[in-house]
């Protein structure tokens, strides 16, 4: 497809470019970026006012097919990306069966290719059943099209098996993402272990439980060599320690999700699940740290963590409801609201967050807008006034807690391939 799209502010962090220009996408790739560029026959795009930016990558999602597709599909999960402007997602394996085989990872990259043009690369569990016991088939998982590993949902508890799950993935040259979390410290526990759990009078996790499992993991990660990622990092210890080994050197990155230097604890105080997650909300001091991760480079990408659940899993009692929101369509607005408009980050450096952040860690060949790659594009507004109506979201879940916020700014177009495929 060819497409021209115009008078847009394009940003692309890789090349340190910052300008007004047109983007042109000849065949679906990345063309030329100029002044004034013309494309005989080609589909044009007026993105006057607008951000033009290389299409946005989200590397923590939950599509949930195959075995959950009450709560979500790869269909829906992919229109609720194309929603929120993003591009790519790579998706966590806790499905049913877990992916923990050749063959359902093949399933994944196959049914994703029958239902959306969005890039979906799946993440292969680490352990058979991410039960935490024996390696699965990490070889045959990567050549079926997985592009790292992960027991997201749970921790890898067992120290020699993180070991060798991070020295296979070296031989593979793909990330070991790991969810931090001790579970020794956190069972039965609903919500992060502070002033607001002793109110309510629940059992919390305390922030050491990610700490525990994060300063483990980073010197795992120094014996072996691995690229080493810290999934949905929470807590300031753990942004410290990740701050340190990369100071050594060592190829480590870390992601944040945008409910987490958005909400507190302080937000469960009517003990709504859908303030419920994984990890829980944290408190002040936390979220503190957060923001100077953000803007010390510590923290490499935001990622959303999108995590459906149907209705009536989440209308159950706060203590027996499943952790986890939605994330993909709220995570841009989030973004510019708490970080771009009070001045915390620049622009391009939120746009680094969802491009090239993502791309240090997952390497896989995007987040620019270098001549002759693909031609994705994501194109927001910073000022359009608009509010979140989950009854209009393509989800199958409802599980935000973001319904009816009023945001400035988000998502104008998302265009895959030199195709629009999605625009307001």
Same mark, same amino acid.
């Given at each position: 497809?060819?497409?021209?799209?115009?008078?847009?502010?394009?940003?692309?962090?890789?090349?340190?470019?910052?300008?007004?220009?047109?983007?042109?996408?000849?065949? $679906?790739?990345?063309?030329?970026?100029?002044?004034?560029?013309?494309?005989?026959?080609?589909?044009? #795009?007026?993105?006057?006012?607008?951000?033009?930016?290389?299409?946005?990558?989200?590397? @923590?999602?939950? #599509?949930?097919?195959?075995?959950?597709?009450?709560?979500?599909?790869?269909?829906?999960?992919?229109?609720?990306?194309?929603?929120?402007?993003?591009?790519?997602?790579?998706?966590?394996?806790?499905?049913?069966?877990?992916?923990?085989?050749?063959?359902?990872?093949?399933?994944?990259?196959?049914?994703?290719?029958?239902?959306? =043009?969005?890039?979906?690369?799946?993440?292969?569990?680490?352990?058979?059943?991410?039960?935490?016991?024996?390696?699965?088939?990490?070889?045959?998982?990567?050549?079926?099209?997985? &592009?790292?590993? %992960?027991?997201?949902?749970?921790?890898?508890?067992?120290?020699? !098996?993180?070991?060798?799950?991070?020295?296979?993935?070296?031989?593979?040259?793909?990330?070991?993402? +790991?969810?931090?979390?001790?579970?020794?410290?956190?069972?039965?526990?609903?919500?992060?272990?502070?002033?607001?759990?002793?109110?309510?009078?629940?059992?919390?996790?305390?922030?050491?439980?990610?700490?525990?499992?994060?300063?483990?993991?980073?010197?795992?990660?120094?014996?072996?060599?691995?690229?080493?990622?810290?999934?949905?990092?929470?807590?300031?210890?753990?942004?410290?320690?990740?701050?340190?080994?990369?100071?050594?050197?060592?190829?480590?990155?870390?992601?944040?999700? =945008?409910?987490?230097?958005?909400?507190?604890?302080?937000?469960? &105080?009517?003990?709504?699940?859908?303030?419920?997650?994984? =990890?829980?909300?944290? *408190?002040?001091? +936390?979220?503190?740290?957060?923001?100077? $991760?953000?803007?010390?480079?510590?923290?490499?990408?935001?990622?959303?963590? @999108?995590?459906?659940?149907?209705?009536?899993?989440?209308?159950?009692?706060?203590?027996?409801?499943?952790? *986890?929101?939605?994330?993909?369509?709220?995570?841009?607005? !989030?973004?510019?609201?708490? !970080?771009?408009?009070? *001045?915390?980050?620049?622009?391009?450096?939120?746009?680094?967050?969802?491009?090239?952040?993502?791309?240090?860690?997952?390497?896989?060949?995007?987040?620019?807008?270098?001549?002759?790659? =693909?031609?994705?594009?994501?194109?927001? +507004?910073? @000022?359009?006034?608009?509010?979140?109506?989950?009854?209009?979201?393509?989800?199958? %879940?409802?599980?935000?807690?973001?319904?009816?916020?009023?945001?400035?700014?988000?998502?104008?177009?998302?265009?895959?391939?030199?195709?629009?495929?999605?625009?307001?």
């Amino acid at each position: 497809m060819n497409l021209l799209v115009k008078n847009g502010r394009v940003i692309d962090p890789a090349q340190q470019l910052d300008t007004i220009a047109d983007v042109a996408i000849v065949d $679906g790739r990345i063309g030329h970026i100029g002044h004034h560029l013309s494309l005989m026959g080609a589909q044009e #795009f007026d993105a006057t006012g607008c951000v033009v930016a290389p299409g946005f990558y989200d590397i @923590h999602v939950h #599509f949930r097919e195959p075995g959950f597709e009450e709560s979500e599909t790869i269909a829906t999960g992919a229109q609720c990306a194309l929603a929120g402007g993003f591009t790519t997602v790579c998706c966590m394996p806790n499905t049913k069966p877990s992916n923990d085989s050749a063959e359902v990872t093949r399933y994944i990259v196959e049914q994703a290719k029958r239902v959306t =043009p969005v890039h979906v690369h799946p993440i292969g569990a680490i352990s058979v059943g991410s039960a935490g016991e024996k390696l699965a088939d990490l070889a045959g998982m990567v050549q079926a099209g997985a &592009v790292a590993i %992960s027991d997201d949902g749970r921790p890898v508890m067992n120290s020699q !098996l993180m070991r060798d799950a991070m020295e296979s993935a070296k031989r593979l040259g793909i990330p070991v993402i +790991d969810h931090c979390e001790d579970l020794n410290l956190t069972e039965a526990a609903t919500l992060h272990e502070g002033v607001t759990s002793m109110k309510l009078g629940l059992r919390g996790m305390p922030a050491a439980a990610e700490d525990i499992m994060v300063a483990r993991d980073l010197i795992l990660a120094e014996l072996t060599g691995a690229r080493y990622h810290v999934a949905h990092i929470s807590t300031r210890y753990a942004m410290a320690m990740v701050k340190h080994a990369k100071s050594l050197g060592l190829p480590v990155t870390c992601e944040i999700t =945008p409910h987490h230097f958005t909400l507190s604890d302080e937000d469960l &105080v009517t003990l709504d699940s859908n303030y419920k997650m994984k =990890p829980p909300l944290r *408190g002040c001091c +936390d979220i503190d740290a957060a923001f100077d $991760g953000i803007v010390s480079g510590t923290i490499d990408s935001i990622a959303t963590d @999108h995590a459906p659940h149907a209705p009536g899993l989440k209308a159950q009692a706060f203590e027996r409801c499943p952790f *986890g929101i939605l994330g993909l369509e709220t995570a841009i607005p !989030l973004t510019l609201e708490r !970080l771009v408009h009070p *001045g915390r980050i620049t622009l391009s450096h939120m746009v680094s967050l969802f491009t090239t952040g993502a791309e240090r860690t997952m390497r896989l060949g995007r987040g620019r807008l270098t001549q002759g790659l =693909p031609g994705d594009l994501t194109i927001f +507004d910073l @000022h359009r006034p608009w509010t979140y109506d989950l009854s209009k979201s393509p989800s199958k %879940s409802r599980n935000s807690p973001f319904h009816g916020r009023a945001f400035q700014g988000g998502p104008v177009a998302t265009v895959i391939g030199g195709q629009v495929a999605w625009q307001i």
